[in-house]
């Protein structure tokens, strides 16, 4: 078997040594067709387009994306080809619902007041979207919630309209796959039509794919005053974003979300279980992220706590530093583990 993998995936190196294959590694964005022509597996990540531009006359059988997203495999030309693609879906939800904690903990100790008079409407309420909505509801938030593809199949009880989200909450969380066209699209799904919707000055937080929301119409509500803040992990044309949103948003970080060590050891545990699974390999993988340096953490409260464990102002200020490093910083980020790696000690 030959493997090709994405160098930037994670814990990946000492565990496929487990399997008999022979194992080239490069980055993402450099796989050719040349490269993959005699590989039976591509192990990628979201920067490996995987299309029959790369993939015509190769025996390639499988891809395993070590992630939850999969708008970079076509997956329509892997259908006709007889190439099986699987995700990682849920891998890092928890890692974004990290995130989103930090994020809702910073606003709290900014605005000097818990969150519970807040409503918090979630665009896309798959593995994340429900993590989040849990966070929200302990923290006594209320919760809209918008889910087109699952109202249909679920029937409409517990989701709202778009609108709705739109017209009556105080943060609004995007969440959302990446669908251009089709019944539920959701490229630029935030544009001038949504923006007139907005009642409250919202902050508006995106952690899915920079795509949901045009950039140029987020910019206008900002100069309208129709949002309060903007809290953006995910941009159009990444890397290359807009210099000037990042100088703008409050929080501005380089895709890395999801990018907890555990998440990532979660991706690519099922990347590789999906390759024994697919040749019928008799073995399992069960990665698990190394510990953190200093796992008791002795604090005054949660709040300190929860940003002791990961502050997004760290990786906000990074990519303000040197934007043009946003894949570096992406491919050499450092561990970050979550909340269940630590024992936490509220000094009395």
């Known amino acids: ?12 190196r000492d565990a496929v040594s487990q399997l008999t294959a022979d194992t080239i590694y ?10 993959v022509k005699e590989a039976d597996v591509l192990i990628v990540r979201t920067r490996t387009r995987c299309d029959k531009m790369l993939l015509e006359g190769s025996r390639v059988k499988l891809i395993a994306t070590a992630t939850i997203g999969f708008d ?3 997956t329509a030309y892997c259908r006709e080809a007889g190439i099986r693609w699987v995700n990682a879906p849920g891998c890092n939800a928890a890692s974004v619902a990290q995130y989103i904690e930090s994020v809702l903990t910073l606003l709290k100790m900014a605005r000097l007041e818990d969150l519970s008079r807040y409503t918090l409407g979630i665009v896309g309420v798959g593995n994340v979207g429900k993590k989040v909505a849990a966070l929200a509801t302990q923290l006594g938030m209320k919760v809209l919630l918008n889910d087109p593809p699952r109202a249909q199949q679920e029937g409409g009880d517990g989701f709202v309209s778009l609108q709705k989200i739109a ?11 990446l669908n251009r066209g089709g019944e539920f699209n959701t490229f630029h799904l935030a544009d001038e039509s949504f923006f007139r919707l907005l009642k409250r000055r919202p902050i508006i937080i995106n952690t899915g794919r920079g795509e949901v929301i045009k950039t140029e119409i987020l910019k ?7 949002v ?3 809290i953006l992990d995910v941009w159009e044309n990444e890397p290359n974003i807009d210099l000037e949103l990042l100088g703008r948003v409050a ?10 060590a555990d998440g990532k050891a979660n991706a ?12 019928a390999i008799n073995t399992h993988f069960d990665i698990q992220p190394p510990a953190p340096t200093h796992p008791v953490l002795h604090v005054a409260d949660y709040n300190e706590a929860i940003l002791r464990i990961y502050d997004p102002r760290n990786d906000c200020d990074a990519l303000r530093q040197a934007p043009e490093k946003f894949e570096w910083l992406r491919g050499h980020y450092p561990l970050r583990r979550e909340k269940g790696a630590y024992e936490i000690v509220v000094k009395e």
């Open 268 to 279: 690519t545990t099922m990347a590789l279980n999906a390759v024994c699974t697919h040749f």
């Open 251 to 260: 929080i501005g970080t380089p895709h890395i979300a999801g990018y907890s």
């Open 228 to 230: 309060s803040e903007v």
């Open 72 to 74: 970079h495999i076509d």
């Open 220 to 226: 206008a509500a900002m100069d309208r005053q129709l």
């Open 167 to 177: 017209e009556e909450s105080d943060i609004i969380s995007f969440h959302t796959p």
């Open 26 to 35: 490069a980055e993402g964005q450099d796989f050719t067709p040349e490269m």
């Open 1 to 12: 078997m030959k493997i090709v993998i994405d160098n930037k995936i994670p814990y990946i």
